[in-house]
């Protein structure tokens, strides 16, 4: 952290940080130490109030807003161009504390690569001060945040792009606090989200707080060491032909293959689809690449010869034109995927 806050960069990530949460930095020097406000230690373009002799000794980190009985949102934002191991091109840290009745009492909007330094956005934190935590409130706020930075074009975007940022981070951090099913922030949900938030914000994977976690169970980890068969599915080589003739016999023949399942062989109905309409088990036609034809259990040791003589099953096959989409990629998704 030392080094990261005394380069001083305007797009140091940790600065916008410390600036949110009122850190204070401890300078010390052979002649005694002080106490300052991070807001105090950045002067200009890397520029830092150390002075010669000094080095910076600890950051201390406020947490006194429970006791003084406030909720705290808070959270930070980063928008590079890699999504990893790279530099910001802004990066936004935002702290709200609301009293009992959802007001607001103390703001903090810091951000990092919108000036020559990490600074706070003073007059929206003036402004909020005192108004209550809703959409209104954004809305005339995001007004005033537009006209706090005149950030720099560069190769990282350009002063526009980054103009936007200011305004769009902080909306997103009102948004996501105001999710329920938001990890961050202390989050209850003060409000209803409007249709239009809702469809700008992205959506957690299904399972994603699990594989975190480490909760979520692995079909592989349960099988481990298990007398267990295992399947290898024989798979189409063509996006789309139909199967002319069909014969397992000669894997059912080959040493150590228990059993070869055809589509005739599933119980219910050859179909994983969730509109029904995926043939589980290619009988008659391939329906797109790699489509499983049949199944052999457990698979053969593998070589060249023993995955020819398992594909020798399909071996007469037509091929056919591949089906395209006769409709837009979206419309085709939109009629496919469940409704949001
Ligand atoms: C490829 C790459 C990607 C990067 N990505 C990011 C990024 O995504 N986000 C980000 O924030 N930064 C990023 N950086 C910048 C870099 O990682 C930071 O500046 C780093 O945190 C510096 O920390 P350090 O401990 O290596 O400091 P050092 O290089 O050891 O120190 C930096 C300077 O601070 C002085 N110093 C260090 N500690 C103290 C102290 N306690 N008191 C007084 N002076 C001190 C040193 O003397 C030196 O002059 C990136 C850098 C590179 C090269």
Redesign the pocket.
Known sequence: ????I??A?P????APVLLALDARVILASSKGQRTIPIDEFFLAYRKTA?QSG????AIVVPRSHRQAGLRRYCEWF?V?RRRE????TVAGCFRIDLDPEGVIRQARLAFGGVALMPLRARKAEEALLGQPWNEETIRDISSILAGEFTPISDVRGSAEYRSKLVTNLFEKFYWEMNDPSSPSGETTALLPISKSAAASRSTPHESGHKHVTGEAIYTDDQTAGKPVLEIWPVCSPHARARILTRDASVARRMPGVKAVLLAEDIPGVNDSGTKNDEVLLADKEVYYHSHPRRLVVPPPKRSLSNTNRCRRFFLSNKRLRPEAFTTSPIAFAAAILPKR
């Open positions: 952290m030392g080094g990261n005394v380069t960069s797009i140091g990530d940790s150390l000094e080095i910076l000794k980063k590079s191991m790279d530099i910001s």
